[in-house]
C-alpha cells in the first residue's frame, strides 16, 4: 500500500528553522518524484519543493529558494524539507506528494499521492 507520512512540524519564531520528513512506503518503482506543498488559511495550495529520487534533481519555488532544501534519503525511503529563515507568511500545513517518473514539476494536479500534513506556524 502506498503511503506518505510527515512529521516534523511545530511552532518556530521568525528567522528560525524546521525539518520536515516525508516517510514513503509501499513504493515499487525506483523512478519516483516527492514534492512538498502548502496551504495556508484562505490560499490556495502551491508547491515548494520537489525531489527526483532516481538523480537527486531538485526543483523550488521562488519564494523558498535560498532559504529551503530538499533532500533524499532513498535507503529509508525519505524525503526532507530543511526550512531555514523562516518567515511569519511560511505558515501553512505542509503535505507531502508523490508521483511517478522523474519529472520534478509542482503542479498539484500531477501528484495522485498525498501524505496527512503537518502544521508549520512561525510567530513571536
Same mark, same amino acid.
Given at each position: 500500500q502506498l503511503q506518505l507520512v510527515e512529521s516534523g512540524g511545530g511552532l518556530v519564531q521568525p528567522g528560525g528553522?524546521? #525539518?520536515l520528513s516525508c516517510a514513503a512506503s509501499g513504493f515499487t518503482s525506483d523512478y519516483y518524484v516527492i514534492g512538498w506543498f502548502r496551504q495556508a488559511p484562505g490560499k490556495e495550495r502551491e /508547491?515548494?519543493?520537489? +525531489?527526483?529520487?532516481? @538523480? /537527486? #534533481?531538485t526543483y523550488y519555488a521562488d519564494s523558498v529558494k535560498g532559504r529551503f532544501? +530538499?533532500? #533524499? @534519503? !532513498?535507503? !529509508? !525511503?525519505t524525503v526532507y524539507l530543511q526550512m531555514n529563515s523562516l518567515k511569519p507568511e511560511d505558515t501553512a500545513v505542509y503535505y507531502c506528494a508523490g508521483r511517478r517518473g522523474t519529472t520534478v514539476v509542482l503542479r498539484t494536479a500531477a501528484y495522485g499521492l498525498w501524505g496527512q500534513g503537518t502544521q508549520v506556524t512561525v510567530s513571536s
Open positions: 528553522s524546521l #525539518r /508547491g515548494v519543493s520537489s +525531489i527526483s529520487s532516481s @538523480d /537527486g #534533481r532544501t +530538499i533532500s #533524499r @534519503d !532513498n535507503a !529509508n !525511503n
